[in-house]
């Protein structure tokens, strides 16, 4: 499904770090007079749950309007570049708490990984990159959403990628809470 999906999810989780991994800063009060469009997502978002207690990563498109609210609102997010300087690692090391919810808008990965997207955007995360995000913060992960896969633009390999994603999402969660 599209990503507007994660707002009423978060809704729920008030004391969970929110972490988002999207190619876009989806930060916009209204599109196409929606406020809860997928370009609003990580906005809405906010609004539920505080700009401190969200991070998003591998952000690669926005618009100028939207830069400006989120530096004003102090939101922190990281490029995909941003990522590439500090590794996996400085990702892991921002996000604070016990409970990390984490939604994955595939269009984070680069397209020529995951081509069926609603709307990819070139120089994204690599998978690799995603999964150790993942397992960096598997034992404090209570929630996670997978959105924006589109097999009308798929190949066959995003929907597999997804597939093997969320599969590894679930083993990881296992092994930490049951094999310690």
Known sequence: GEHSISIGVVESLKDAFILVLD????????????????????????????????????????????????????????????????????VVGRISGDKVYISLDFDVIDPSFAPGVSTPEPFGLRPDEVIEIIKGLSDRICGFDLVEVCPAYDTGITSVLAAKIVRMVISEVWKNKYMG
């Not at 998003?56 to 570049?81: C, K, N, P, W, Y």
Request: aromatic fraction near 6%; proline fraction near 1%.
């Open 23 to 90: 190619a876009h800063l989806d930060f916009r009060e209204r599109y196409e007079d929606n406020p809860y469009s997928h370009a609003c997502t990580l906005r809405r978002i906010t609004d539920r749950v505080g700009v401190d207690n969200v991070l998003a990563v591998g952000i690669r498109s926005a618009g100028r309007d939207e830069l400006d609210d989120a530096r004003r609102e102090g939101l922190r997010f990281m490029t995909s570049r941003d990522l590439r300087k500090e590794g996996t690692e400085g």
